[in-house]
């Protein structure tokens, strides 16, 4: 078990460059979740997969906002036209869901830190 | 919508001592999640800690306990004999039951300092 494996760590990019991270989830988890934490405040949820389909997305997804999992495994995350309030950690967690058993943790990866120059 | 409030923003306790960090919560829900995680400075988020809501029984996990008062939407963490590398930031969060897409919802944290 390596763990939520997240690339890059850190990102500097210009406004209205797009950007894109990458998520390696725990090889077995068939759930895998975006959030968005900002300076002093805790994960927000973006949205989240269960094997490839993307289920569920919140409203602070803008349309700039774009996420796939094309084969249920990895999962990346890309903003276009980036803007100055984009600036924060983008984190990305996953957990195996199982019928019938009860809520699995979320496992979290270290982050990408976005920073809009 | 489920809320997470977490009303201490920082909290300092000496080495070996206890300190009890407060999470209160709204929900309409009679049954779902509670979780305390951890997250050092520029490390990951760790979980510490789970509560079943329909668990009368509070959890604990070694130094880590909490105190689960469903009727007053009430989830403390209890730290005994802190340590050094407690020093994080913890985060109260809540998650619904099977069903829906378990997403979690955070407070926005306490910041712990341990004090040598």
């Known amino acids: 078990d390596t763990g939520v494996s997240q690339d890059p760590r850190h990102k500097i990019t210009k406004r209205g460059q797009n950007v894109t991270f990458r998520c390696d989830p725990i090889?077995?988890?068939?759930?895998l979740y975006w959030y968005r934490q900002t300076l002093g405040q805790g994960p927000e949820f973006l949205t989240y997969f269960q094997n490839e389909a993307q289920l569920e997305k919140s409203r602070l997804l803008s349309d700039r906002f774009s996420a796939e999992r094309p084969k249920g495994s990895f999962s990346t995350l890309e903003i276009q036209r980036t803007e100055q309030g984009d600036s924060a950690m983008y984190l990305c967690?996953?957990?195996?869901?199982?019928?019938?058993?009860?809520?699995?943790?979320?496992?979290f990866g270290d982050g990408t830190r976005l920073s809009i120059l | 919508a489920q809320t997470v409030t977490q009303s201490q923003p920082e909290m300092s306790v000496q080495e070996a001592e206890t300190v009890t960090l407060s999470c209160t919560y709204d929900t309409s829900e009679s049954d779902y999640y509670l979780f305390w995680y951890k997250q050092p400075p520029s490390r990951q988020m760790i979980l510490v800690i789970r509560q079943e809501a329909y668990k009368q029984q509070n959890a604990t996990e070694n130094r880590f306990s909490v105190n689960f008062q469903k009727a007053a939407k009430s989830f403390s963490l209890k730290i005994s004999d802190s340590q050094l590398g407690d020093a994080a930031m913890y985060f109260c969060?809540?998650?619904?039951?099977?069903?829906?897409?378990?997403?979690?919802?955070f407070g926005k944290g306490t910041k712990l300092t341990v004090n040598p």
């Open positions: 090889s077995e988890h068939n759930r």
């Open positions: 969060a809540y998650q619904e039951t099977q069903g829906g897409s378990e997403k979690l919802v």
């Open positions: 967690a996953s957990s195996l869901m199982r019928q019938g058993a009860s809520n699995q943790p979320q496992h």
